[in-house]
């Protein structure tokens, strides 16, 4: 099997459904199906990573709402959204709202494998982003209260001595406060403190 991976199936359509599980086990991967988005979101709490792979138009939620739900809960599943013809206007709102890619039907074996390696690959990529944003907000929030008042200035683009000016303390004080928040950062610039604050904000 591909890692530890799942592709989540959508689609109302039993046939269709089935598949593409067949074709992504062949494929190496391990895939799980759902006749309805209602049935995804009832165990979203339980999965773990990879990606979805779902049907725009189905009864109950669709899958426009299922992208938007995904993102309201801050779900770094990729969505693939598949979509007949008609449907290319409501695939487009879908990419507006987060998804990451959508084939029209019918598609090739390629093509659908092609865009299920790359969300996975993403998913990948935003797992490790967010693991990155936690430890910096963790080490954001062990700075003292001054320090966090040195770090604003800075990301302001201000001097030493405004910031000191500023806070009614010395620019020799500063520098030290500087010092120490670069130290609990872990920055080796303050370009990297800057790109980490702003990551941390996101």
Same mark, same amino acid.
């Given at each position: 099997?591909?890692?530890?991976?799942?592709?989540?199936?959508?689609?109302?359509?039993?046939?269709?459904?089935?598949?593409?599980?067949?074709? %992504?086990?062949?494929?190496?991967?391990? $895939?799980?199906?759902?006749?309805?988005?209602?049935?995804?979101?009832?165990?979203?709490?339980?999965? @773990?990573?990879?990606?979805?792979?779902?049907?725009?138009?189905?009864?109950?939620?669709?899958?426009?709402?299922?992208?938007?739900?995904?993102?309201?809960?801050?779900?770094?599943?990729?969505?693939?959204?598949?979509?007949?013809?008609?449907?290319?206007?409501?695939?487009?709102?879908?990419?507006?709202?987060?998804?990451?890619?959508?084939?029209?039907?019918?598609?090739?074996?390629?093509?659908?494998?092609? $865009?299920? @390696?790359? $969300? %996975?690959?993403?998913?990948?990529?935003?797992?490790?982003?967010?693991?990155?944003?936690?430890?910096?907000?963790?080490?954001?929030?062990?700075?003292?209260?001054?320090?966090?008042?040195?770090?604003?200035?800075?990301?302001?683009?201000? $001097?030493?001595?405004?910031?000191?000016?500023?806070?009614?303390?010395?620019?020799?004080?500063?520098?030290?406060?500087?010092?120490? %928040?670069?130290?609990?950062?872990?920055?080796?610039?303050?370009?990297? %403190?800057?790109?980490?604050?702003?990551?941390?904000?996101?």
């Amino acid at each position: 099997m591909k890692e530890n991976h799942v592709v989540h199936v959508i689609d109302d359509d039993e046939a269709v459904r089935e598949s593409l599980a067949f074709l %992504l086990l062949a494929a190496g991967h391990t $895939a799980r199906t759902y006749p309805s988005a209602d049935a995804f979101l009832g165990v979203l709490d339980d999965t @773990d990573r990879g990606c979805v792979v779902t049907d725009v138009r189905m009864p109950g939620t669709d899958g426009l709402v299922l992208v938007d739900r995904l993102r309201n809960r801050s779900a770094t599943l990729p969505v693939i959204v598949i979509t007949g013809h008609a449907d290319i206007p409501l695939a487009v709102r879908a990419i507006k709202a987060g998804a990451w890619n959508f084939i029209e039907k019918p598609f090739e074996d390629g093509m659908i494998l092609n $865009a299920v @390696d790359a $969300a %996975l690959q993403q998913e990948k990529l935003a797992r490790a982003e967010n693991a990155t944003v936690g430890v910096i907000r963790d080490r954001i929030s062990a700075l003292t209260v001054r320090e966090r008042q040195v770090l604003a200035g800075l990301l302001e683009g201000q $001097a030493n001595k405004v910031i000191a000016r500023d806070l009614g303390i010395s620019p020799r004080t500063i520098e030290i406060h500087r010092a120490n %928040l670069m130290m609990k950062m872990h920055a080796s610039s303050l370009s990297d %403190l800057v790109r980490m604050a702003l990551l941390a904000n996101d």
